[in-house]
């Protein structure tokens, strides 16, 4: 049986922009679950992906938002089981959390267009390489991770040298953003900080990469 990936949010404005795009281009079903809304947090037998988008709150603010726990657990056993998994951003700092890596605050905020290096592992990435060596990308965090252990160190900036990790072959935490379409930008727009590093002649850059590398996630096959 055909089942659907899982696609959390947590705020109204993190929607899934190209994610939902490069999904439907695969014949992907996407299960949104809105969290912030109620929505339950599935179990891992319900879908064949999961996909954690990006939030203000930090990855261990549990008593504020009660969905997390029950996100780590679904994180930490999807990425085991060798689902295809995707952490954005705070999903990032989520599924490195499941994984027993420390969360904690970063050096300065990074907000605002930008790119990340990919370290030679990354280069050899099956999902990221062929987007490298410099992958344009869109920032918006303030924490930071360590990478688990057993995890493969894909890429860094050069404030936050944790910028993306594989763990098995299949579940990736991404600190950055590459879903980003323009639909996206303007939702985001009321919630950026005015000191913003706005570069809109790198938008369609950073939606290059980012349907690159969807389409290379969305092709990883789940174990049968």
Known sequence: ???????????PYEMPGLIASAALERGIQLDVRHVYAGDRVPALHEL???IVMGGPM???EDRDHPSLPAERALL???ARAGLPTLGVCLGAQLLAAALGARVSKG?????????VAL???????????????????????????????????????????????R????????????????????AWATHL?????????????????????LARFFGLSAPS
């Open 193 to 213: 900080p005015a000191r913003a590093g706005m570069s809109p002649a790198l938008q369609p850059a950073v939606e290059r990469a980012g349907r690159g590398i």
């Open 167 to 186: 763990f098995g072959d299949r579940a990736y935490g991404f600190q950055f953003h590459i879903e980003v379409d323009l639909p996206l930008l303007a």
């Open 119 to 165: 370290t030679p592992d990354g280069e050899r990435d099956p999902v990221l390489g062929p987007a490298g060596p410099v992958i344009p990308v869109f920032h918006w965090h303030g924490d930071t991770f360590e990478l688990p252990s057993d995890s493969v160190h894909l890429a860094a900036s050069g404030r936050y040298p944790s910028q993306a990790f």
């Open 107 to 115: 050096p300065a905020e990074e907000i605002g267009y930008g790119e």
């Open 48 to 50: 064949d992906g999961l």
């Open 58 to 60: 930090g990855a261990n």
């Open 1 to 11: 049986m055909i089942r659907p990936y899982c696609l959390i949010q947590h705020v």
């Open 76 to 78: 930490a056993a999807a």
